[in-house]
């Protein structure tokens, strides 16, 4: 079982900065795509970015350029730095970390309760 929790969320103007972090608990040595999704009220879920056990990454379009992702596997935690924000990045952002569950062959997907994110005009 993993358990994850956000943090860093809160209110910006728009062209500001803020770095989320998600961090892991529990059996983390099977985890091996770490990513970051995002919902507005009313909207679809959607893919933000990700992040694998080899350290490719990878972002939605509408973010390329302005966020990055990262981790740190001895805090078990990744990071998103978000910067020149804009009205459109306002959302829910949740991580989500899919991992093979321990002494099985099984893969599950974990998300953290997610932490919100407002950008202001």
């Known amino acids: 079982q993993v358990r994850l929790v956000e943090s860093g969320g809160g209110s910006v103007q728009a062209g500001g900065s803020l770095r989320l972090s998600c961090e892991a608990s529990g059996y983390t040595s099977g985890c091996y795509d770490m990513s970051w999704y995002r919902q507005a009220p009313g909207e679809e879920r959607e893919f933000v970015s990700n992040i694998v056990s080899s350290g490719q990454t990878r972002y939605a379009d509408s973010v390329k350029g302005r966020f990055t992702i990262s981790r740190d596997n001895a805090k078990k935690t990744i990071y998103l730095q978000m910067i020149s924000m804009k009205p459109e990045d306002t959302a829910m952002y949740s991580c989500?970390?899919?991992?093979?569950?321990?002494?099985?062959?099984?893969?599950?997907?974990?998300w953290g309760q997610g932490t919100q994110v407002t950008v202001s005009s």
């Open positions: 989500k970390w899919r991992c093979t569950v321990q002494f099985t062959s099984l893969t599950a997907d974990y």
